[in-house]
Nanobody, 115 residues
Framework: QVQLVESGGGLVHPGESLKLSCVASGEISSIDGLGWYRQVPGKERELLGVMRRGRNTDVADSVKGRFTISGENDKKTIYLQMNSLTVEDTAVYYC?????????WGKGTPVTVSS
């Protein structure tokens, strides 16, 4: 059984930074990619970026310049560095893992940006 656990969420002030982590465990023979998403209640889940096999990363234009993705596929770990946070970044942040045409999701970690 594959599990993903996100951590690092919390309450921060506007302008501050936060780094989220996601670690996958379980029987994972091959990782096609790891990704970060976020979701605000009442809205669709938003893709923030992905790290593909070979550690190639892409970040969504909406957060490019403020968010950075890093990690190591062989360690089943992905990070999301978020800088210059605004109240609009308040959401639940999820990671996912793609393997053999299956997608696995973590339960999410909440991030609240408030003054």
């Amino acid at each position: 059984q594959v599990q993903l656990v996100e951590s690092g969420g919390g309450l921060v002030h506007p302008g501050e930074s936060l780094k989220l982590s996601c670690v996958a465990s379980g029987e994972i023979s091959s990782i096609d990619g790891l990704g970060w998403y976020r979701q605000v209640p009442g809205k669709e889940r938003e893709l923030l970026g992905v790290m593909r096999r070979g550690r190639n990363t892409d970040v969504a234009d909406s957060v490019k310049g403020r968010f950075t993705i890093s990690g190591e596929n062989d360690k089943k770990t992905i990070y999301l560095q978020m800088n210059s946070l605004t109240v609009e970044d308040t959401a639940v942040y999820y990671c996912n893992l793609a393997s053999w045409n299956r997608i696995y999701w973590g339960k999410g970690t909440p991030v609240t940006v408030s003054s």
